[in-house]
């Protein structure tokens, strides 16, 4: 298994009430998976996605990915690992938003310490991946709502994930655009990267090959159909 998690647990303390965002979560995926996860709004998979990609610690359970213990890594440790293995496709896609769209795909390969030259070059070919070869100097707010997830996407594939987690890559897109990012993340995982996304959109969940579901903060795989 390339990520297993065992008894997550997440609470939340709220005005002296006691919140479980996760109960007792078993989740694990094998290398090269596509799986989706599922569920209403509030239920948790935020939640989840950030605890699988070492955005977030679980208040109990242990979370190991690539057979590391991420419990067992200081903060400084815990980005670089997931610098290193994780891309993020964000629910609000999280561009800086002085920066260009060459300029917020660089990012993560400033903090991977890539030579200049190479970055450069490396942020323009993954842009041009997801169709933005000609809004390379465009700010978040000269763009689109598709193009910003495109732009999104680059960045999470910059650093060559073996992992990519996306939190709703299409609840922002119409139909046809959701669509082009779904097959995108397909593409990847024919690459043999490890595709999990998170959705409320059952056209979403029909691309992956297992499905689970949250409730209430507990995780259920759903049958084959
Ligand atoms: N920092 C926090 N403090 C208190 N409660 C929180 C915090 N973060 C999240 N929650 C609560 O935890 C629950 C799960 O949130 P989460 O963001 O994981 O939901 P979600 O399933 O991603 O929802 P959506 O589909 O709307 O994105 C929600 O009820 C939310 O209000
Ligand atoms: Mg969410």
Redesign the pocket.
Known sequence: MQIELTGVTKI?E?GGET?Y?LRDVNFSVDRGEFVAIM?P????????ANIIGGLDRPDQGTVVVDGEHLAKMGDAELSRFRNKKIGFIF?AFNLKGDATALENVMLPLVFARMRPAERKARATECLGVVGLSDRLGHLPSQLSGGQRQRVAIARALATRPSIVIAD?PTGNLDSARGEESITMLETLNAEGITVIVIT?DPNVGRHARRTFE?HDGQLNEKPAA
């Open positions: 939340y709220l919140f965002a569920g709004s509030g239920s948790g998979k935020s939640t989840l629910q709703e409320h949250v």
